[in-house]
């Protein structure tokens, strides 16, 4: 069994003989195109480069995580002078 559809109209639908109305022609700035590029656009390509970095380098510091949990399960290890330096740190790396 065989079946034919027939054409029920133009394939072109712009009819034969009729050209499309002029459209107007878009003027290029002389000295080539441009684009830029946003500061929260910047940061975000530095974080997900940053976290690129950090997913991919090695755990190479085991052997000192395990050395400073043994240090601070010692109850002697956490004094005045720890916690002042720890301290110290913690406001230099977040103030500056």
């Known amino acids: 069994m065989s079946m034919t559809i027939d054409r029920i109209g133009s394939i072109d639908p712009i009819p ?26 910047k940061e975000s390509a530095e974080l997900l480069r940053a976290q690129q970095l950090v997913a991919a380098a090695a755990d190479v510091r085991a052997e000192r995580v395990s050395e400073l949990k043994e240090k601070i399960n010692d109850p002697s290890y956490i004094n005045d002078r720890v916690v002042n330096a720890t301290a110290d740190r913690l406001m230099e790396t977040l103030f500056g």
């Open 16 to 41: 034969p003989g009729k050209k499309p109305a002029d459209t107007e022609r878009v003027n290029k700035p002389r000295g080539g195109d441009s684009i830029s590029i946003s500061s929260q656009a």
